[in-house]
Structure formats: structure tokens, C-alpha cells
T-cell receptor, first 117, second 116 residues
Framework: GESVGLHLPTLSVQEGDNSIINCAYS??????FIWYKQESGKGPQFIID?????DKRQGQRVTVLLNKTVKHLSLQIAATQPGDSAVYFC????????????????FGTGTKLQVIP | DSGVTQTPKHLITATGQRVTLRCSPR?????VYWYQQSLDQGLQFLIQ???????AKGNILERFSAQQFPDLHSELNLSSLELGDSALYFC???????????????FGPGTRLTVL
């Protein structure tokens, strides 16, 4: 079936190192991908997004890479800080024209990022 | 602060009871989504409303229902509560479900429901 999944449920990274969080998706009709960060006790927060016609997008300390050939998405965090500790969700978005008139968003199960001081 | 508000923040109740969770979307957003998140689990989509009308249903139980009012706030009603309904319930809002392919959802802080 169609799904969005993450390869690693937990990732431990030394402070100052780079983090890479991976996500696999199986729906080739997905047009848009989003990464969310959820800190303990809070709601998910938008980090960065990427459209399917792009393969890379950069933000502040974060980069998202999209490989449509293998249906793989990754979030790279540069110089990981303790404040980056959170659960990260990827989400795939299917445009209205391909999902019956409204957007369809599917969230992955999440990866917990632990930053070691 | 996402601009989405949810009340109450915490709710403790007993099995068999009925509760109502409330959500106010960001100013200007017409679409509201409800999600359930159990402990250390992902986000399970429950239901979506746009401008007062139901637009999509996910894994929502028949004991659960929702509505969106003319002022665009939304309520999620949970009845005949069971222990397994204990979870975080999030509301999210977006401009519109067909606003192109960049209709980002903004999440509220959630309501933590504990069923004893």
C-alpha cells in the first residue's frame, strides 16, 4: 500500500556533528514533501518543504534532499545543537488533482533525534 | 507560536464519558485537520474540514465526530471513551486544501487526553 516511512526510529548525534534523517515514500503521485519537528509536549512545527520538481532545498542549517528515482527524502541538519533534539516527521502531499479534489497528506512514523552534549 | 489554539491543554476523564476538544485555526485559514498521536507514535489523521464542510476522513472511530462552525473554529467530540483513547489530539489549520501544492499545515499545541 501507499506509505511514508522512516528508516531509523532513533538517531543519536554528537553536538556539532551533522545529522541526516531519512524517509522513504512509495506514492509516486506525491507532489510536495514537508519536514516537521516535534519537541516534547508540543505540536509539530514546520521546518522545510520541497516540491517534487526540485532535488534540493536549503534553509537555515537544514537541507532537504529529494531523490524521486528511489523515492527517498532526507533532512540534513548542520552543526547539530541540543535544541535540535526532537522527533522529526516527514510528510508527503498529494495535490488536489490527484487525490479526488483535495490535498492528501500522509505522515511518517517519525525519527527521534538525540543530541549528545 | 503557530497561531492555532487548542483547549483544554489537559483533560482527564473516566471510561464511558464524553469530551469535547476545541480548536481555533490561524486567522485566514479555512481548513482544519484533527490528528491523534498515541505515546511515541506517529500522527494519525482523523478528519478534515474546509469552510464548515467535511472534506476527508481518516482513521476516525464512529464514537468520534467533529464539526467546523461558521466562525471556522472546530470541535472534536469523543464519546464512550475507552482507555485506548488516551492520547494527544492535535488540530492543524491551513489556508485551503486545494491551494496548490504548498498548503502547509500549522499545528496547535495539542490536548492531552487521559482516560482512567
Amino acid at each position: 500500500g501507499e506509505s511514508v516511512g522512516l528508516h531509523l526510529p532513533t538517531l543519536s548525534v554528537q553536538e556539532g556533528d551533522n545529522s541526516i534523517i531519512n524517509c522513504a515514500y512509495s506514492n509516486s503521485a506525491s507532489d510536495y514533501f514537508i519536514w516537521y519537528k516535534q519537541e516534547s509536549g508540543k505540536g509539530p512545527q514546520f521546518i522545510i518543504d520541497i516540491r517534487s520538481n526540485m532535488d534540493k532545498r536549503q534553509g537555515q542549517r537544514v537541507t532537504v534532499l529529494l531523490n524521486k528515482t528511489v523515492k527517498h527524502l532526507s533532512l540534513q541538519i548542520a552543526a547539530t545543537q541540543p535544541g535540535d533534539s526532537a522527533v522529526y516527521f516527514c510528510a508527503e502531499n498529494i495535490a488536489p488533482g490527484r487525490s479526488g479534489g483535495y490535498q492528501k497528506v500522509t505522515f511518517g512514523t517519525g525519527t527521534k533525534l538525540q543530541v549528545i552534549p | 507560536d503557530s497561531g492555532v489554539t487548542q483547549t483544554p491543554k489537559h483533560l482527564i476523564t473516566a471510561t464511558g464519558q464524553r469530551v469535547t476538544l476545541r480548536c481555533s485555526p490561524r486567522s485566514g485559514d479555512l481548513s482544519v485537520y484533527w490528528y491523534q498521536q498515541s505515546l511515541d507514535q506517529g500522527l494519525q489523521f482523523l478528519i478534515q474540514y474546509y469552510n464548515g464542510e467535511e472534506r476527508a476522513k481518516g482513521n476516525i472511530l464512529e464514537r468520534f465526530s467533529a464539526q467546523q462552525f461558521p466562525d471556522l473554529h472546530s470541535e472534536l467530540n469523543l464519546s464512550s471513551l475507552e482507555l485506548g483513547d488516551s492520547a494527544l489530539y492535535f488540530c492543524a489549520s491551513s489556508v485551503a486544501p486545494w491551494a496548490g501544492t504548498t498548503d502547509t499545515q500549522y499545528f496547535g499545541p495539542g490536548t492531552r487526553l487521559t482516560v482512567l
